[in-house]
């Protein structure tokens, strides 16, 4: 593994306890998005880009050059603001391969057309399993982590690594695995690939939810403290322990609150639906289908 060390500064989304990350090569100016968030007011239908505003103005007062925006998965509790920032700061919108499955899967639940691209073409690039890419000097590395989503990807960066809804905080666990298309065996073989990284490799949450309330928003973890605490996957726990919690803890939780509209948002490469002749644009709610 490369001893590069990446520079990362952290943006947390409050409304829907989620990080993002500016990633920097610390040899050049080069840097890459990961995760990005775009604003909404759901209840007024309102969209906004206050936190993807911060990341740009960041990115802007240190004169740094953005190469990427890459996503971890589809999102199913915040919105993609990745075309916005690209719009403004270039760089290429990145993603794993297996979109074009979820593209398949949702766009039949949101009853799309045939005008709704069911190739990953919103994206500049797909990435597979092993691939890898630069951010300035540094290589970054692709894992192909499915189970919360078919097209989640940890992106190894030196001695760090943005693992998104593969791990929670070691107190929290692991995310769910009951969306169309996830599977908890899976998901737990993963999260062994993640835990197959060095002890010391930092790893970057992309959600954290304070332990109910517990104590403070946490964002950063490693490998060792993973392998040691955490409490769905640390200890030796087995895949067939794994499964069984996993399903029966999903069975009983409800859908994201944002779920509706982030599935037609995110499968768009963070694009909002087409308008329609008077210019406006509508979310779809599929009843009883979710």
């Not at 700061?89 to 709704?116: A, H, P, S, W, Y």
């Not at 779920?259 to 308008?275: E, F």
Request: some cysteine; aromatic content about 8%; hydrophobic content about 40%.
């Amino acid at each position: 593994m490369s001893t590069v060390s990446p520079d990362v500064t952290m943006f947390f989304d409050e409304d829907s306890n989620t990080f993002s990350y500016v990633v920097k090569d610390p040899a050049s100016d080069a840097c890459a998005v990961v995760d990005s968030v775009m604003d909404i007011d759901y209840a007024a239908g309102r969209l906004s880009y206050d936190h993807a505003d911060a990341i740009i103005a960041h990115i802007e007062a240190q004169g740094l050059k953005l190469e990427w925006l890459i996503e971890t998965h589809v999102h199913a509790d915040h919105l993609s603001a990745a075309p916005y920032i690209q719009e403004r700061l270039g760089g290429k919108l990145g993603i794993g391969r297996q979109i074009v499955v979820v593209q398949d899967t949702f766009g039949k639940v949101f009853n799309e057309g045939t005008e709704f691209q069911r190739d990953g073409s919103q994206f500049d690039a797909l990435f597979e399993d092993g691939d890898t890419f630069t951010i300035g000097g540094m290589e970054v590395r692709v894992i192909h982590t499915p189970g919360h989503t078919p097209a989640c990807l940890t992106y190894v960066v030196g001695d760090a690594a943005f693992v998104g809804d593969t791990l929670f905080m070691p107190d929290a666990g692991s995310a769910r695995a009951d969306f169309p298309g996830g599977d908890a065996g899976d998901l737990y073989d993963s999260i062994q690939k993640v835990l197959a990284l060095p002890d010391d490799t930092r790893l970057y949450m992309c959600h954290d939810y304070g332990a109910g309330g517990a104590r403070e928003v946490q964002y950063l973890t490693t490998v060792a403290e993973q392998k040691a605490q955490n409490i769905h996957v640390g200890e030796g726990k087995t895949r067939e322990d794994f499964i069984r919690f996993r399903t029966e803890r999903d069975a009983q939780l409800d859908m994201p609150r944002l779920i509706i509209p982030s599935l037609q948002v995110n499968m768009r490469g963070g694009q909002l639906p087409p308008a329609d002749k008077d210019g406006r644009q509508f979310f779809k709610v599929p009843l009883n289908t979710l």
